[in-house]
C-alpha cells in the first residue's frame, strides 16, 4: 500500500509543478511587457520616439519618486511631445526633479526662466537654478552663471543669492571658489 501513495504523491507533484509553470506562462504572454518600467526603458522608448510608451513608464517612474524620470515627464509635457503641451504641468515635473537635484532639470528651468522660454522672464529664479546646478557640476555652469550676472542688477544677484544660501548654506562661497 506504501508503495500506491508514493506513486499518487508523486503523480500530485507533477501535476502541481505543471500547473504552477502554466500559470507562470500564463502571466508572462498576458502581461505587458514593461510592466515595471525602468529608466533605461522609459529612455530607450523616448529615444525610439514611441512617446506614449515613454510617458507609461515614465509616469509610473516618478509616481515611485524617481526624480529623473519627473524631469523627463516636465519635458515631454513643455515640447508636446506624446502629450498634449502643457506648460505649468511639465514646469510642475521640471521643479520636482530640480528640487532633487537633477542637474539637467535645473540646467534645463535656469535656460527657461533667463529668456522667458514659455514663462516670464525670472533672472533670479534662473540664476537660483544655475547656481544649485554649478554646486554639482563644476565644469561649464560657474561660467554661465558669470554670463547671467552680467545681464542682472546687484540686487537681483543678492536677491538670488540669499535664495541659494537657504537651501545650501555655504553655496555662494562653494560655487565662486570652484570658478577660480
Known amino acids: 500500500m506504501r508503495q500506491d501513495w508514493r506513486g499518487v504523491a508523486s503523480f500530485v507533484f ?4 505543471f500547473c504552477g509553470l502554466q500559470v507562470l506562462l500564463w502571466l508572462w504572454l498576458t502581461v505587458e511587457p514593461g510592466f515595471v518600467p525602468d529608466m533605461a526603458q522609459a529612455q530607450r522608448a523616448y529615444d525610439l520616439e514611441d512617446y506614449e510608451k515613454a510617458k507609461k513608464h515614465l509616469t509610473v517612474l516618478a509616481k515611485h519618486g524617481s526624480a529623473g524620470a519627473e524631469g523627463m515627464l516636465g519635458e515631454m509635457y513643455l515640447e508636446g511631445k506624446g502629450v498634449e503641451r502643457d506648460v ?3 514646469l510642475k515635473h521640471l521643479e520636482r526633479s530640480a528640487e532633487a537635484g537633477i542637474v539637467r532639470s535645473q540646467y534645463l528651468l535656469s535656460r527657461l526662466y533667463s529668456y522667458g522660454e514659455v514663462v516670464p522672464r525670472d533672472l533670479v529664479r ?4 544655475l547656481s544649485l546646478a554649478a554646486l554639482q557640476e563644476r565644469q561649464s555652469a560657474p561660467g554661465l552663471l558669470r554670463m547671467l550676472e552680467k545681464m542682472m542688477s546687484a540686487a537681483e544677484i543678492e536677491e538670488s543669492w540669499a535664495l541659494t544660501e537657504r537651501r545650501v548654506p555655504g553655496a555662494r562661497l562653494r560655487v565662486t571658489d570652484s570658478s577660480r
Open 14 to 17: 507533477a501535476v502541481c509543478t
Open 126 to 129: 534662473a540664476h537660483y537654478w
Open 88 to 90: 505649468a504641468r511639465g
